[in-house]
């Protein structure tokens, strides 16, 4: 019986090793390699879930690390986003939230699901809700 060439992933090791083979294969571009990827994302995606990973990193802390694996400037992401420089820069700083179109270009994009952008964080100047005043 031949073995698979991927599995459910088990380890940390693995894990980092899918995403690497992730990130390889989704520079290529190529179109045969579709299915491939696609599989490597569930895995990994799977393994998040289990794991809550995603639930720790920030929204714009992950943006922020994808543009930098991805050698994205916030010019590029005015391009991908349709956004002016200015609410690019804002997003960047945490002085305004993604919209919901920000957020599924974003997971588009970067081919992640839509809730590792799609959670609360605090933005400049905001009072956290546990310390507004009743009203």
Do not use: C
């Not at 919209?99 to 970067?110: D, M, V």
């Amino acid at each position: 019986m031949k073995a698979l060439k991927y599995t459910l992933i088990k380890s940390e090791e693995q894990y980092y090793e899918y995403v690497r083979i992730l990130k390889k294969l989704v520079i290529q571009e190529n179109e045969e390699k579709e299915d491939e990827i696609e599989l490597i994302e569930l895995l990994i995606d799977k393994w998040d879930q289990d794991r809550n990973t995603m639930n720790e990193v920030d929204p714009v802390e992950l943006l922020k690390f994808l543009m930098e694996d991805h050698n994205l400037k916030a010019k590029d992401l005015t391009e991908i986003l349709g956004l002016s420089k200015g609410t690019v820069s804002k997003i960047l700083n945490y002085q305004k939230g993604f919209s919901k179109a920000t957020i599924r270009k974003l997971s588009r994009h970067f081919k992640l699901v839509q809730e590792a952008f799609n959670r609360p964080y605090p933005l400049v100047g905001q009072v956290p809700k546990d310390l507004r005043p009743a009203s």
